[in-house]
C-alpha cells in the first residue's frame, strides 16, 4: 500500500438489515469513528427483523448517524478521498437508502463511491482497529471464516479482495439457529447475546446435541438438527399417538425429565462451537497454506467460539484474527476498510453511477468484480 493510500479518508456506510452505520477509516485499518445506531427496539416485539420497518428507519437515520461520524472522527465532509457501501446482500429496501446516500454524497463531493460485499467485509473485521491501535496487516493466503445471522461461510482468501468459498451452510446459518434456539428459550431478542449469557451459568450435557458433520470431508456446515435437538431436550419429543397410547397404558406421565433452559443454552453453544471448529480444523488441513484466520460476522463475538478459535490457533501455529467486540456485530468500519482495498487495488478508479443494491449475490470470487 502506497504512502498516499495510507492516510485517505473512506466513508462507510451500512445498511443491509437493522444497523444504520456509518464509519471513517484512514488507510483502510485506522477506525476514526464508527457509529452504529439499532433498530433492534423496533423489531422486537415481532422477534424478526420486519423489512419494510427496517428501511423507514434506516432513510431517517442514515444523515443523522453519517453527520455523527464525521463529527466523532474530527473531518469535514471535503476531507473524505471515497465513500463506501455494503451493496449486497441483505434486505433491498434497506441496501438501496444506504446505496442512495452513498451516491449521493460521492457526487456531491466529487470522489469515487464503491459497493461492497458485506459477508466479504466481515472478513477485515479483525483486521482494523481504533487510530493508534490498529492490528498488523494479515498474511496471505488465509482462511476466512464468517458466523453471523445470515451466513456461515468459509473462505481461502488471497488478498483482502480476492477470496474463494470453500463452505457453507446448507440451512440454518449458526447465528440463526442461536436466535431460533434463544427464542425457544424465551430469551428476548436478538438471541444470541442472550443466549451466550445463559450458557455460561448453565451445564453442558454429555453425550451432547448432534453435530452435523455431513460427509467426512466436508468444508459445509447444517445448523437446523442441532435447533431441533435443543427444541426437544427442552419441551420433550413430539409423540405419535401409537406412542402416547402406549404411554398411557403404562400410567406414565407425559414428559420425561426435561433440560433446564440454562443447560439447553451450554449444551447448544457447545454444540454449535465444535461444529464451526471441527469444519475450519478440517479446512486448515486441506489448505496447509493458510497461517491465518480471518474471523467475522455476530457470532464471533460470542464468548465460547472466541476462546475454542484462539486454542485451536494456538495448536496449529495459526494467527487467529477474531476482531474486536464493536466490529463483529454490522459495522460500516469494516465496509470502509474493505471499499479501500478494493479501490486501492483498481486505482481509486470508483464503480459506474448506475452502482445499485443486489438482495441476494453472497460473494464468493473476487471483490473488485463489478468495477466500472
Ligand atoms: O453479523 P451480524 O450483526 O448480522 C448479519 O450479518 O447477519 O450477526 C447477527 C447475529 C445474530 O444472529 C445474533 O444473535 C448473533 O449474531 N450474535 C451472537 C452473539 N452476538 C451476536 N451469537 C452468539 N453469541 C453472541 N455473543
Ligand atoms: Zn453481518
Known amino acids: 500500500m502506497s504512502a498516499v493510500d495510507a492516510s ?21 485499518r485506522a477506525v476514526l469513528s464508527n457509529i452504529i445506531a439499532s433498530q433492534h427496539d423496533l423489531h422486537e416485539e415481532y422477534r424478526g427483523v420486519v423489512p419494510e420497518i427496517a428501511s423507514r428507519a434506516h ?28 451493496n449486497r446482500p441483505g434486505l433491498i429496501g434497506s441496501l438501496l437508502v444506504g446505496v442512495g446516500a452513498a ?94 449469557r445463559l450458557a455460561r451459568t448453565g451445564r453442558a450435557h454429555r453425550p451432547g446435541f448432534p453435530l452435523a458433520r455431513i460427509a467426512p470431508d466436508s468444508l459445509d456446515f447444517s445448523f437446523s438438527g442441532l435447533k431441533t435437538a435443543a427444541l426437544y431436550a427442552f419441551r420433550g419429543v413430539p409423540e405419535s399417538p401409537q406412542a402416547r397410547a402406549r404411554r398411557e397404558a403404562r400410567g406414565e406421565p407425559e414428559h420425561g425429565p426435561m433440560m433446564i433452559a440454562a443447560d439447553v443454552a451450554a449444551t447448544f453453544q457447545e454444540a454449535a462451537a465444535s461444529a464451526v471448529v471441527l469444519k475450519v480444523e478440517r479446512a486448515l488441513d486441506r489448505h496447509p497454506a493458510c497461517r491465518v484466520l480471518l474471523v467475522g460476522g455476530g457470532v464471533s463475538a460470542n464468548s ?21 467486540m464493536e466490529y463483529c456485530l454490522d459495522n460500516a468500519a469494516m465496509v470502509a476498510a474493505l471499499g479501500h482495498e478494493v479501490l486501492a487495488a483498481r486505482g481509486w478508479r470508483g464503480d459506474a453511477w448506475s452502482m445499485t443494491a443486489s438482495p441476494s449475490i453472497a460473494f464468493h470470487g473476487s471483490a473488485q468484480a463489478g468495477a466500472a
Not at 64 to 77: C, E, F, H, K, T
Open 103 to 196: 451516491k449521493g454524497l460521492a457526487w456531491a463531493l466529487g470522489v469515487p463511491v464503491v459497493g461492497v460485499d458485506h459477508v466479504q467485509a466481515h472478513l477485515v473485521a479483525g483486521s482494523i482497529g481504533p487510530a493508534g491501535d490498529e492490528p498488523e496487516p494479515a498474511r496471505w493466503p488465509a482462511l476466512g471464516l464468517v458466523v453471523s445471522g445470515g451466513h456461515t461461510s468459509m473462505y481461502v482468501c488471497d488478498s483482502p479482495t480476492r477470496a474463494e468459498r470453500i463452505g457453507a451452510t446448507i440451512d440454518d446459518a449458526v447465528g440463526e439457529a442461536y436466535d431460533k434456539v434463544a427464542t425457544i428459550l424465551g430469551l428476548p431478542f436478538p438471541g444470541g447475546p442472550a443466549l451466550d
Open 304 to 324: 465460547l467460539l472466541r476462546e475454542r478459535l484462539l486454542v485451536l490457533g494456538a495448536a496449529r501455529g495459526v494467527d487467529v484474527r477474531l476482531p474486536r
Open 8 to 28: 485517505r479518508l473512506v466513508l462507510g456506510i451500512e445498511t443491509s438489515c437493522d444497523e444504520t452505520a456509518a464509519a471513517v477509516v484512514r488507510g483502510g
Open 59 to 86: 432513510a431517517e437515520r442514515v444523515l443523522p448517524v453519517v453527520r455523527r461520524a464525521l463529527a466523532d472522527a474530527g473531518i469535514a465532509q471535503r476531507d473524505l478521498h471515497a465513500v463506501a457501501v455494503g
